[in-house]
C-alpha cells in the first residue's frame, strides 16, 4: 500500500502558515480542507517562475498510474534555500503533502518534497 | 527624464554609493549559501553625499496576514462588506499577475532592493519584478492618475526617511489573504537604518473608508550581502491561470 494515494481532509500540522509561501491568495485555486499524500516518480521538473512545477507517475494499489502534477515555491525562493533544477531529475521516487485543486483534477500544491527515506529535496525553507 | 533612464542613473549612483558604505569586513557570501548567515556588524553607514545609507538587498517579513500582528481590525461598516463579501476563488487579482501594489508588495515574502540617491528613492520589488522611484528631496507630488502602487514622495526626519505614499487606485488588496482598502488609502513608512546589518522600518495604513483609526505596524529588515534580486515573471508558467484554475477578476466592488 505504500504506492497508494491518500486523500486526508481536515489533516493540520505541514499546513500551517509560513510554509505556503504563494504569490497569490492559495484559496483562489486549493481547498484547503482537501489534503493529499502521495509518493510517485518524477517525470519532470519545470523550474520556471512564478512557481515551479514536478509532474510525478503515482501508482495505485491496483498498478494502475496516475499522473499528477504539483505546484511548488518559487525558484527563486528555493535557489536561496540551496535548492536548484537539479534537486530531482526523471526517475527518482519522491513523497509530498500537498493541497488538492478545487477542480479535482490531478493537481496539488505542495512546498516540500522529499526521498522516500525523508531526506527534504526541495523547499523555499533555508536549512538552519 | 523617464523612469527607465532614471532606474539606471539610481542605479549607478546606488552601486557607487553601496561599494563605499558597505564595511570591508561583510565579504558577500555565495549566492544560495544554506543557512548560517550572518548580517554585516557595525554602525549604520552613510551615503558619500552624507545620508544615512538604505542601499542593499532586504529580507523582510512575510506578512500574509496583517491582523496577525494587529489583532482584530476596526473595519468601517463599508470596509466590513468589503472584507466579508471577498472571495479569492473569483478572482485574487495577482492569481493574473496584476500589479501587487506597494504595501502588498511589502508584505511579500520575496526580498526588495532599495537604490538611494541625493535626490530620488527606488524599490526593486522581486515580486514579479517590479520597481517604483519616486523623489525624496522634497519636492511636491506631480502626478494625477491614481495608480497601482499609488504616488510617494519622501522626505528626510533625522536620520530616517519618511515615504508618504497616496493616489492609489483602490484595486490592490494588503495582504496575501485579501485585507481590503480604498482608493482613499494613505502610507506612511519609516525607515532608519540602526546598523550596518538592519533597517527598521514602520508603516501605518490610514485609510477611513476602510478602517476606523491607523494601523501601525513595526518590522525589522536584514541586509543579505549574498542575495541579489532575481527576475520574477509571473507570466510564464501560471499554469493556474492559463489551466482555467484561476479566474480574473471583476472591478465592480473595487475600492472607488
Redesign the interface.
Known sequence: MKQLLTIVTLSLGLFG??SL?????L???YDQKKHVSLTGTVTKL?W????A?VYLDVKSAGGAVEKW?C?LG?P??M????F?PDSIKEGDEIVLDGLL???E?K?CSTRVVKSKDGRTLLSQQ??? | MSYRLLLIAALSLACAGLAAAQPPSAPAAP?????G?KPPEGPAPKTPWGKPDLNGVWQRP?V?DIERGLGPLPFTEWGKAQWASYK??E??Y??S?LPFGHVRSMN???PIQILETPTHLAFLY???SWFKVFPIDGRPTSKKVPTWFGESVGHWDGDTLVVETANFNGLTRLD???HPHSDQLRVTERFTRTDAGHLAYQVTLDDPKTYTKPLTSNRTFTLRTD?EI?????E?????LI?????TPKYENSGK
Do not use: M
Not at chain 1, 509561501?21 to 491568495?25: E, Y
Not at chain 1, 520556471?48 to 512557481?51: D, E, G, K, L, Q
Not at chain 2, 549566492?31 to 543557512?35: D, L, N, P, Q, T
Not at chain 2, 489551466?243 to 479566474?247: A, Q, S
Open positions: 502558515t509560513t509561501w504563494a504569490h497569490h491568495s484559496a483562489a485555486e519545470d520556471r517562475n512564478p512557481h512545477w502534477q505546484e518559487s527563486n525562493a535557489s536561496r534555500a540551496g536548484g485543486a478545487k477542480d483534477s493537481t533555508e536549512a538552519r | 549566492s544560495g549559501a544554506r543557512g548567515y512575510y500574509p479569492p476563488e478572482g485574487d495577482t492569481g499577475c511579500s515574502p520575496d522581486e515580486q514579479n496575501t489573504v485579501g542575495w532575481l527576475e520574477y515573471s509571473c510564464e508558467n501560471n499554469k493556474g489551466e482555467g484554475r484561476i479566474k
